[in-house]
């Protein structure tokens, strides 16, 4: 019996998706596994028991799409790629801002909400290959996971064609959220303070809750409670999640956190 394609988002136009990726993007790439690569969720190359004499066989095989991996690799290196092209650009744009202005700055512009909304502005979800099961659960609409191939895109640009290129393709993506921001931001952590000292309540108590996943690209899950609620964060730093888990709970509390 043939390969059953039903259990992807795979469509007969999927090189036209691929193609209308890469002119929103600039770039042609070169190496087209990248791009494969970057655009293939882990859940795509799940395993499952076989029907034939018990052997473990590939829910379906994406041979004929080039990937052959996840995009997990990808976002490790896209990571690091987007922390240093921002840095420069931070460094060189504000001369009069001390490091914990930049920082700030910083922290917001890798962040998982602008990674996300860049991804959904370039059309990036709907170009990702995601396992049938995971795409009934709604994954495709995660931010975790549009900002998390927005990191492996960076990584597959960078690896395409070098720093340049990605410089570039950031420095335009990120223009708009970069001449937005006149002030520094106030981290999510700092805000959430402030709101619970002043209404004269203890100090927000962190807990790890999980730590997860392979050594080289790990997700921890946070927990935070103040004023008798609890919010919860993931991400691949402790301090990241932290940094969500505010986020969430400042979002449950009523606080705006826009501009966070």
């Keep these: ?20 990726l890469q002119k929103r993007l600039g770039h042609a790439f070169e190496h087209p596994s990248l ?18 004499h018990g ?20 976002e490790f290196i896209g990571d690091r790629v987007l922390g240093l092209v921002i840095a420069q650009w931070l460094f060189e744009r504000f001369p009069r801002e001390q490091e914990g202005a930049l920082g700030a700055r910083h922290a917001h512009l890798v962040s998982r909400p602008v990674l996300a909304d860049i991804a959904q502005m370039i059309g990036l979800a709907e170009a990702l290959l995601i396992a049938r099961h995971e795409e009934v659960a709604g ?9 998390d191939a927005m990191e492996a895109l960076l990584g597959a640009v960078y690896l395409d064609a070098g720093l340049e290129k990605a410089r570039k393709l950031i420095h335009r993506f990120w223009k708009d959220e970069i001449d937005r921001e006149k002030m520094p931001h106030k981290e999510p952590k700092t805000l959430l303070q402030e709101y619970v000292l002043a209404k004269g309540n203890d100090l927000p108590q962190y807990e790890l809750l999980s730590a997860k996943g392979p050594s080289h690209s790990p997700v921890f899950c946070v927990e935070v409670t103040a004023l008798g609620r609890a919010g919860t964060g993931e ?26």
């Excluded at 019996?1 to 209308?20: C, H, I, P, Q, W």
């Excluded at 791009?35 to 034939?52: D, F, I, V």
């Excluded at 301090?239 to 826009?258: H, I, Y």
């Design 1 to 20: 019996m043939g390969t059953d394609f039903s259990r992807y988002k795979l469509t007969m136009d999927r090189n036209e998706t691929l193609v209308a």
């Design 55 to 74: 052997k473990t066989e590939p829910h379906e095989t994406l041979a004929c799409h080039g990937a052959k991996t996840s995009n997990e690799r990808l």
């Design 139 to 147: 994954i495709r609409e995660l931010a975790s996971v549009r900002a």
């Design 35 to 52: 791009l494969q690569e970057a655009l293939t969720h882990r859940s795509a190359l799940a395993r499952r028991p076989g029907k034939r």
């Design 235 to 260: 991400a691949k730093s402790k301090r990241q999640a932290e940094t969500a888990a505010a986020v969430d709970l400042l979002q449950k509390l009523g606080q705006e956190t826009k501009s966070v």
